[in-house]
């Protein structure tokens, strides 16, 4: 009788119920009522839960399918089973997935060197520079489900005991046009964004042109380096001194300095950090604030790279005149000092 009632609704049951007790009865289809109505409001309160927290939870919970104890509801939180490997004693540490967001010449590679000296953190490099994997979306999302599942191999991965895994992706590989599709992958997979930017476009472009022109010259006993180890090569490098075209300058710098808007637009609602070059540099702990957004237990980050660009701004281009009469009186004389 009782799964009767728990489907009929009350009106029907006032009209069956015999007449001869109605107290008791009453009584009877009240408490059924109650539990009920208690068992319905369970099930909703189970239903409802994980989605207050977390929208895209419903696809994380089939791939969570593994022996770890239910370590909560966090859509940034992933236990991969890699087809190429065994995660073995950290199977059950979860992975939080990133990437790096950059422009070239902002300090990603020494950035990235910072981070893959974590022992928890695998960051694969720049992936998307291979032309291939991002001939479509379709290539795109293969390639970073590969990375993301831990079966992407690098010198920098770690494998069994990664904490983090990750890659840097320049915004003109493909991240810029196919930003709808990225940005929708990133909110399903609960992947983590962090926004490495330079301040100082200027110091940029002079680095880019610089870069560029060694890609020819190979100052370094013919070889192109764009990131050195010791001050020899780095003063090497430093010594070519590139001649800034002031007409195009300005156009460029604009340009710069729209694409990181764009992408900062772009990204806004997916979980995210912004890293500027300068303040990294200035000040090593603000790399704790990066541990801290992808949880890592903290560690003393060191990186093998030198500078390149040391000398006062006005020593790093041939026409500094220019450069200066350019910028004055612009949004972007700041860069000047
Ligand atoms: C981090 O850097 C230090 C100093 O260069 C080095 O001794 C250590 O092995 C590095 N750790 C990792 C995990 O790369
Ligand atoms: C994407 O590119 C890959 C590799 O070139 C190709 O095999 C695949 O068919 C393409 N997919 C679409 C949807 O164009
Ligand atoms: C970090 O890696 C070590 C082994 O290198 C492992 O013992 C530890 O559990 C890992 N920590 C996390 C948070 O995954
Ligand atoms: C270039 O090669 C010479 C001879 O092998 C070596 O002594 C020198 O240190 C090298 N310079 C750099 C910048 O690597
Ligand atoms: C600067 O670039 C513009 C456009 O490419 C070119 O017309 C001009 O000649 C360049 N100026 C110098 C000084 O190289
Ligand atoms: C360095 O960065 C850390 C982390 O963001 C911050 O707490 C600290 O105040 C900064 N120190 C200076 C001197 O700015
Ligand atoms: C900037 O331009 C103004 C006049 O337009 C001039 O007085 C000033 O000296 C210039 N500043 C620099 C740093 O060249
Ligand atoms: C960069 O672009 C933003 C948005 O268009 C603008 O508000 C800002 O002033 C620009 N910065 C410089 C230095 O021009």
């Known amino acids: 009788m009782s799964e009767e009632i728990c489907f009929l609704n009350k009106d029907t049951l006032v009209i069956k119920t015999p007449k001869k007790s109605p107290l008791i009865l009453r009584m009877v289809v009240l408490l059924f009522a109650m539990v009920c109505g208690v068992y319905i409001c369970l099930i909703c309160l189970k239903q409802i839960k994980p989605h207050t927290k977390a929208k895209f939870l419903s696809i994380k919970v089939i791939e969570h399918q593994n022996s770890c104890p239910f370590s909560g509801h966090d859509l940034y939180m992933h236990y991969p089973q890699p087809q190429t490997f065994t995660r073995e004693e950290c199977g059950c540490n979860p992975v939080r997935y990133f990437a790096i967001l950059s422009m070239q010449r902002s300090g990603s590679g020494w950035f990235e060197t910072l981070l893959n000296n974590h022992t928890?953190?695998?960051?694969?490099?720049?992936?998307?520079?291979?032309?291939?994997?991002?001939?479509?979306?379709?290539?795109?999302?293969?390639?970073?489900?590969?990375?993301?599942?831990?079966?992407?191999?690098?010198?920098?991965?770690?494998?069994?005991?990664?904490?983090?895994?990750?890659?840097?992706?320049?915004?003109?590989?493909?991240?810029?046009?196919?930003?709808?599709?990225?940005?929708?992958?990133?909110?399903?997979?609960?992947?983590?964004?962090?926004?490495?930017?330079?301040?100082?476009?200027l110091r940029r472009m002079i680095s880019v042109l610089a870069n560029?022109?060694?890609k020819d010259a190979k100052l370094l006993n013919g070889t192109h380096k764009s990131h050195v180890h010791s001050p020899l090569e780095a003063q090497i490098l430093a010594n070519y001194k590139p001649k800034i075209n002031a007409t195009l300058m300005i156009k460029e710098l604009n340009k710069a300095n729209e694409t990181t808007t764009r992408a900062l637009e772009y990204f806004k609602s997916t979980r995210h950090i912004v890293v500027y070059y300068e303040d990294v540099i200035n000040n090593r702990t603000k790399l704790k604030d990066v541990q801290e957004f992808l949880r890592l237990p903290y560690r003393e980050l060191k990186s093998r790279q030198v500078r390149i660009h040391t000398a006062p701004l006005w020593e790093q281009v041939q026409n500094w005149a220019d450069v200066k009469d350019g910028l004055n009186g612009t949004s972007f004389e700041t860069f000047l000092h």
């Open 120 to 201: 928890n953190v695998s960051s694969n490099g720049e992936i998307f520079s291979v032309k291939e994997r991002r001939i479509n979306i379709s290539s795109i999302l293969k390639t970073m489900d590969k990375v993301y599942n831990l079966d992407w191999f690098t010198s920098a991965s770690k494998n069994e005991c990664s904490a983090a895994v990750g890659f840097k992706w320049m915004l003109n590989q493909g991240l810029m046009e196919h930003h709808e599709e990225i940005v929708e992958y990133f909110k399903k997979k609960g992947v983590s964004a962090i926004f490495l930017f330079r301040r100082n476009l």
């Open 212 to 214: 560029s022109y060694d």
